[in-house]
């Protein structure tokens, strides 16, 4: 078996590095532990919890590098490194990213930037990563940003802002990222978003909202999230649903409603528009007491839903009228105050 399969997926790399004599003295030099693989010379430096101040120096055989849990507190401008693909910084202290930092670094594919002091992020700082896929700014202080602040990353599949000051999303911070497909905007104190906040991004499919201060369901805006197939709204104090929360949300496969503490009712004709959805994840809402008739009143040939969560609520009924309940796979009712009448009679004929 080659050994590069027993690292995870976004450590596999394919690019060729200079001698093993070299290679070795890197590694005693850098004073972290290195992965080697013996086919083509490449190494893995595995630098986590080392007290390191500054990176180790590093030669074109490194394909990635975990610096994480470290006291980093400043980056300088990397050198040429063609084969690096993976740059973990999480847990560190960088507070700034001097323009061009990673401007000879276009291989790179994983960056994490996770939970440091950064506040402030300007365009040149990601000049150069071309090849980036993942940008992870988890858990840092930034409070705004400019303008196609993220134009570089022409490559870039996922954006994770979670946990940063934000409090408001600007469209034009997302301008160019065409290729962007999982965007996570959790713990960033949202109250509403932009209508058009997502028409720059194509090829979105999960969209991580979950954590924030939303009360009504963002319409406009998802409806600007044409390829959609993922939704996380988890934890916000919306209060109720109704038949205009996702309209225009057609292309929805999964949604995940759970964990709202305010959440009283979904009336009629919530899911109607959502044709294509699979996934429907409404469990673990104290207050939820009432799911209105009709309120998957979809047509009874779609059987598309093939799991439904409904634990842990506040339901005593639940009506067997506009959906077949017994094409669902995985329907789960644990945890609810059941009244056991015959308006649940059905249950016991589907499952």
């Known amino acids: 078996m080659d050994k590069r399969t027993l690292l995870p997926l976004s450590l596999l790399v394919l690019l060729a590095s200079p001698s093993a004599a070299n290679t070795k003295h890197m590694c005693q030099a850098s004073g972290c532990e290195c992965t080697e693989f013996d086919d083509a010379g490449e190494v893995f430096l595995r630098c986590a919890n080392h007290s390191l101040q500054r990176l180790p120096e590093m030669d074109g055989s490194v394909v990635g ?3 994480s849990h470290n006291i980093i507190s400043e980056l300088t401008r990397f050198p040429k490194l063609p084969a690096l693909e993976v740059l973990d910084l999480h847990f560190n202290r960088i507070s700034e ?6 401007l000879a670094l276009d291989s790179l ?3 994490d930037l996770s939970h440091n002091n950064i506040g402030y992020v300007r365009p040149e700082c990601f000049e150069g990563l071309k090849s980036l896929l993942v940008l992870n700014l988890t858990d840092n202080f930034i409070e705004t940003l400019q303008p196609k602040v993220f134009g570089a990353l022409t490559s870039l599949k996922k954006l994770v802002l979670a946990g940063n000051s934000l409090k408001a999303i ?3 911070w997302l301008g160019s990222l065409h290729k962007l497909e999982h965007l996570d905007l959790r713990m960033l104190g949202l109250r509403s978003l ?3 906040v997502f028409h720059e991004l194509p090829a979105l499919k999960l969209l991580e909202l979950s954590d924030n201060e939303f009360e009504d369901v963002p319409t406009k805006a998802l409806s600007s999230a044409k390829s959609l197939k993922v939704l996380h709204l988890e934890h916000n104090p919306i209060t109720t649903l109704t038949s205009e929360s996702f309209a225009n949300v057609d292309n929805v496969e999964e949604l995940h409603l759970s964990a709202m503490p305010k959440l009283e009712s979904v009336q009629h ?7 294509y959805l699979k996934v ?5 809402n104290p207050a939820l007491s009432s799911i209105e008739a009709g309120a998957f009143d979809i047509d009874r040939d779609n059987k598309s ?16 009228a506009g959906f077949e309940w017994c094409s669902i796979r995985v329907l789960d009712l644990r945890g609810n105050p059941w009244h056991c009448n015959c308006s649940l009679q059905w249950v016991k004929g589907c499952h």
């Open 280 to 284: 429907l994840d409404l469990s673990n």
């Open 305 to 320: 839903l093939e799991e439904l969560y409904l634990a842990y609520g506040n339901l005593t009924s639940l009506s067997f």
């Open 269 to 275: 004709g919530t899911f109607v528009g959502l044709t």
């Open 109 to 111: 594919e994983v960056l």
């Open 170 to 172: 600007d469209s034009s």
């Open 65 to 67: 590098i975990d610096a």
């Open 194 to 196: 932009p209508g058009n």
């Open 97 to 102: 990213l001097p323009a061009s930092t990673f």
